[in-house]
């Protein structure tokens, strides 16, 4: 089993914790994690970009000049895609489709890949627990810097109002509980923090 180091909200190292080395000893795939965190990414998007076809713009359907004699290349309408102010040849419809379709067992595979490298690179920690007295991002902002910590990911096993507003105008801090977990964030901070249940809920989880 391996073994993750537990801090305080000192930033000290009090204890270890043992855990799956299925889901924090695994091997790195890069190419699996890549085709993950762009798969989550090209799901988020939504077809809100259109363009027009040839049927669609507003212009005349008159020939624009006579066919032969005026030494042009032969044209039958204005709307051509060839034409300034055409339409296009394969337009941009809202109904596009983004998705990627990645299957449960890859996208735990890949989630795993990221924690054991998370793990590897030092950049994982886990933490006793972490609370907040009253809703105030001032005394979040303090506890992070006694963890020596300025950008990360935390995750909560659950995440109360006072947590919750004390960290929403923090751009460098992200809380989230395991479930809501997802690869890009995971990817994106320079640190994860995850509370000692909440390793307990991700293991349930993913290994």
């Known amino acids: 089993m391996m073994?993750?180091?537990v801090i305080n909200e000192q930033g000290q190292q009090v204890s270890t914790l043992?855990?799956?080395?299925?889901?924090?000893?695994?091997e790195f795939n890069e190419a699996l994690v890549h085709q993950v965190v762009?798969?989550?990414q090209a799901n988020a998007r939504s077809g809100n970009r259109a363009q027009k076809g040839r049927s669609e713009v507003s212009k005349s359907t008159r020939k624009p000049f006579r066919q032969k004699g005026t030494g042009r290349a032969r044209a039958g309408m204005a709307s051509s895609p060839l034409w300034r102010g055409g339409?296009?040849?394969?337009?941009?419809?809202?109904?596009?489709?983004?998705?990627?379709?990645?299957?449960?067992?890859?996208?735990?595979?890949?989630?795993?890949?990221?924690?054991?490298?998370?793990?590897?690179?030092?950049?994982l920690s886990v933490i006793d627990s972490l609370s907040i007295d009253t809703p105030k991002t001032k005394q979040?902002?303090?506890?992070?810097?006694?963890?020596?910590?300025?950008?990360?990911?935390?995750i909560a096993d659950s995440v109360d109002e006072n947590l919750y507003l004390s960290t929403r105008n923090l751009a460098s801090v992200y809380v989230v509980e395991p479930s809501q977990v997802d690869p890009v964030s995971?990817?994106?901070f320079k640190s994860v923090v995850i509370t000692r249940e909440a390793v307990k809920q991700i293991e349930e989880m993913y290994a």
């Open 87 to 123: 339409g296009k040849i394969f337009p941009n419809s809202p109904e596009e489709n983004f998705s990627h379709k990645v299957n449960k067992k890859m996208y735990r595979a890949g989630i795993a890949a990221i924690y054991s490298q998370l793990a590897r690179e030092g950049r």
């Open 18 to 26: 043992a855990v799956s080395d299925a889901l924090f000893a695994r």
């Open 3 to 5: 073994e993750l180091k």
């Open 38 to 40: 762009v798969a989550y």
């Open 186 to 188: 995971l990817v994106h």
């Open 140 to 154: 979040f902002v303090a506890k992070m810097k006694a963890m020596g910590l300025d950008q990360a990911l935390i």
